[in-house]
């Protein structure tokens, strides 16, 4: 009886020395320091197969314990597929809580105020962290796809970083600019400025749009939008050189010509009266802000300085002399 006692005895502090060890395992760091590991879990993978696949992703983590972890702690169902980093200091506890959370590793991607439409397409179809499922698709089946009552996508966009879990579809990305542009333009159309001369909030994204590739001084934006919305309101035309190497499309080589502001174009705004068909770009906020609340000025022409700002005009006379001072240096 005594040799019995003794062996349950021992039986009982060897498992209790396992059950620490497993704890105190549990609560150590799997890599101190160093680059994180990307892994990912399928669909369908128990707590066995997770190990296993997180493992061979090269994460020094026996899949046994890991299995044993997931089990003890009542979490081995609840693991969700999907990709995955591992961080330096990750415990093998705050790993399976990472896997049971959905904490995916996240990607990022960036678009660019004053980018095209074609642009935005190019760097997602280019963004290796994506599911790329619209690739086929044309501009219009696209917009079909997100449900939107707008059928040209151009300007449509709205210019940000957005965070997404690697794997994402491009759709998604799609599906975020086009709302926050969206949630931006009745932002901005709701506090407009009285007596604009447009027809509706479209009319407004497109003199945003001109906004924007007519100007990298973020101070000046307001003055660029009110010298257009005065020219609208006096029926003059805009005469605005990017809408005119927007109609030109891949055929602008960096160089506008005078025949290029003679030849005639739905975007040509040296031969047409009134705002392009569609917007030019995609516009950020301030210039959204800038067309739905103008500066106050009778200012009707504007010049670069060459110093990254521009002179303003009321009238010709003095806009062509702006122009022999700075542009012909005369």
Not at 54 to 82: C, D, H, Y
Not at 93 to 98: E, G, S
């Amino acid at each position: 009886m005594a040799f019995i006692a003794k062996t349950l005895a021992l039986g009982v502090l060897v498992a209790a020395a396992a059950a620490g060890g497993f704890a105190w395992w549990s609560q150590q760091p799997i890599v101190g320091e160093g680059d994180s590991i990307p892994f990912t879990i399928n669909k369908g993978s128990g707590a066995h197969a997770a190990g296993q696949q997180i493992a061979e992703a090269g994460v020094p983590i026996q899949p046994l314990l890991f299995n044993l972890l997931a089990r003890f702690t009542g979490k081995s169902g609840k693991l969700k597929a999907g990709s995955y980093e591992l961080k330096p200091g990750t415990t093998p506890q705050r790993l399976i809580d990472q896997l049971v959370r959905g904490e995916f590793a996240q990607e990022s991607l960036t678009i660019i105020e004053g980018w095209t439409f074609r642009q935005m397409r190019q760097a997602i179809a280019a963004h290796q962290g994506l599911k790329h499922d619209t690739v086929g698709l044309s501009d219009g089946e696209l917009m079909a796809r997100l449900g939107s009552e707008y059928k040209q996508p151009e300007g449509m966009f709205f210019p940000d970083t957005y965070l997404f879990a690697k794997g994402s579809s491009e759709l998604q990305i799609y599906r975020q600019a086009h709302a926050a542009l969206l949630q931006h333009l009745d932002t901005a159309w709701a506090q407009r400025a009285p007596d604009l001369p447009y027809k509706d909030k479209y009319q407004a994204l497109t003199m945003a749009s001109i906004v924007e590739k007519e100007t990298g001084q973020k101070s000046e934006r307001a003055m660029i939008a009110a010298v257009f919305v005065n020219r609208l309101k006096l029926g003059m035309m805009l005469q605005t050189d990017p809408t005119v190497i927007y109609g030109l499309g891949e055929k602008f080589d960096g160089n506008i010509r005078k025949k290029d502001l003679e030849t005639d174009t739905p975007y040509n705004t040296y031969t047409r009266n009134g705002l392009p068909p569609t917007p030019i770009a995609l516009p950020g906020v301030q210039s959204l802000g800038a067309a739905l609340a103008p500066a106050k000025t009778t200012a009707l022409y504007f010049v670069a300085r060459g110093n990254g700002t521009s002179h303003f005009s009321d009238n010709l006379t003095d806009h062509n002399r702006a122009v022999n001072q700075y542009q012909r240096r005369q």
